[in-house]
């Protein structure tokens, strides 16, 4: 953040990198190791230069040693880490933790999360709370926290474990977090809440082409609520952004990004005006979200 200036919205933009070819458009699939390397600087210095501050990452294939190799000089970048699975127990958890700080090229991250609220919830779970609190204590990660669904009861563990920041599933379209009540609850215990699939797949996005298959028998729903956005003339990324930074509890919106122009257009659709929406209006129905099991764009940030 620039000194001598209000906060903004657009202040709360985080970025996953996106490095496998799961976009059609804009991968670095087609190119080769060299120019993929350069791509993904120049993602980076980008987001350094639109004012992002804090970049997600997650320990699956190459990506944080690609990340490690491209960053700005000097970085800007506070980053998060997410844990491997529990199953190979908390040794082994600790030990990749302290593995993507390397990979990364770091000598410490901002945050360290537990990747999935049911490690916590199982019989290790204090266990496993324990190391990252350890870990926190080392100087090794500043703040600590998990990543949970609605359905795990994110403000019960907020309250039993008290962590840093939770990472929550946010979007226009599945308003359940806010609804539920969980941002005041995770609020007043004084914790930071960053929003991930904030995209929500990419639903709104899909224009002339088959929605997947769990969300087939959803396409009225959401060509109304893509209708009701072409009406008041907002683009279906501005609207999906603007919900999820005018949240007063959400502190970071996570946005996935495969390339410096995906970027670019998420950078311009956060700094638009705020739309005057009646956003309770744009969402599928609650029922209709749990029964779709509502795949999310949170496996790519």
Same mark, same amino acid.
């Given at each position: 953040m620039?000194?001598?200036?209000?906060?903004?919205?657009?202040?709360?933009?985080?970025?996953a990198?996106?490095h496998?070819?799961?976009?059609?458009?804009?991968?670095y699939?087609?190119? *080769?190791?060299?120019?993929?390397? +350069?791509?993904?600087?120049? $993602?980076?210095q980008? %987001?350094?230069?639109?004012?992002v501050?804090?970049?997600?990452?997650?320990?699956?294939?190459?990506?944080?040693?690609?990340?490690g190799?491209?960053?700005?000089?000097?970085?800007p970048f506070?980053?998060?880490?997410?844990?491997?699975?529990?199953?190979?127990?908390?040794?082994?958890?600790?030990?990749?933790?302290?593995?993507?700080?390397?990979?990364?090229?770091?000598?410490?991250?901002?945050?360290?999360?537990?990747?999935?609220?049911?490690?916590?919830?199982?019989?290790?779970g204090? %266990?496993?709370?324990?190391?990252?609190?350890?870990?926190?204590?080392?100087?090794?990660?500043?703040?600590?926290?998990?990543r949970?669904?609605?359905?795990?009861?994110?403000?019960? $563990?907020?309250?039993?474990?008290?962590?840093?920041?939770?990472?929550?599933?946010?979007?226009?379209?599945?308003?359940?977090?806010?609804?539920?009540g969980?941002?005041?609850?995770?609020?007043?215990?004084?914790?930071?809440v960053? %929003?991930?699939?904030?995209?929500?797949?990419?639903?709104?996005?899909?224009?002339?082409?088959? $929605?997947?298959p769990?969300?087939?028998?959803?396409?009225? %729903? $959401?060509?109304?609520?893509?209708?009701?956005?072409? +009406?008041?003339?907002?683009?279906?990324?501005?609207?999906?952004?603007?919900?999820?930074?005018?949240?007063?509890?959400?502190?970071?919106?996570?946005?996935?990004?495969?390339?410096?122009? +995906?970027?670019?257009?998420?950078?311009?659709?956060?700094?638009? *005006?705020?739309?005057?929406?009646?956003?309770?209006?744009l969402?599928?129905?609650?029922?209709?979200?749990?029964?779709?099991?509502?795949?999310r764009?949170?496996?790519?940030?």
């Amino acid at each position: 953040m620039l000194p001598n200036r209000a906060p903004s919205l657009i202040d709360k933009l985080a970025v996953a990198v996106v490095h496998e070819p799961v976009r059609a458009v804009n991968s670095y699939a087609p190119l *080769p190791a060299g120019a993929r390397e +350069e791509a993904l600087r120049f $993602l980076l210095q980008t %987001a350094a230069d639109a004012g992002v501050t804090l970049v997600a990452t997650k320990p699956d294939g190459d990506g944080e040693r690609r990340l490690g190799q491209a960053w700005p000089f000097p970085s800007p970048f506070q980053v998060t880490v997410r844990t491997i699975s529990i199953t190979d127990g908390v040794d082994r958890v600790e030990a990749r933790a302290r593995r993507s700080l390397e990979r990364l090229g770091l000598p410490r991250g901002d945050a360290l999360l537990v990747s999935s609220a049911g490690d916590l919830a199982g019989a290790e779970g204090r %266990a496993l709370w324990d190391r990252l609190e350890a870990l926190k204590a080392r100087g090794l990660f500043r703040r600590i926290g998990f990543r949970a669904e609605i359905e795990d009861g994110p403000a019960l $563990l907020a309250r039993r474990f008290q962590p840093d920041i939770v990472e929550l599933p946010i979007n226009l379209l599945d308003q359940r977090i806010q609804h539920a009540g969980v941002l005041p609850e995770l609020a007043s215990l004084k914790v930071d809440v960053h %929003a991930t699939s904030v995209f929500a797949d990419g639903l709104l996005f899909i224009s002339g082409e088959p $929605l997947p298959p769990e969300m087939a028998g959803h396409a009225h %729903a $959401l060509s109304r609520i893509r209708r009701r956005l072409a +009406e008041a003339r907002i683009d279906p990324m501005q609207a999906t952004l603007a919900y999820a930074m005018g949240l007063p509890e959400v502190s970071a919106v996570i946005a996935s990004v495969a390339s410096a122009a +995906e970027l670019r257009a998420v950078v311009a659709a956060a700094n638009a *005006p705020t739309p005057a929406l009646d956003w309770a209006a744009l969402q599928l129905e609650p029922a209709t979200v749990a029964a779709a099991g509502f795949r999310r764009v949170s496996s790519a940030a």
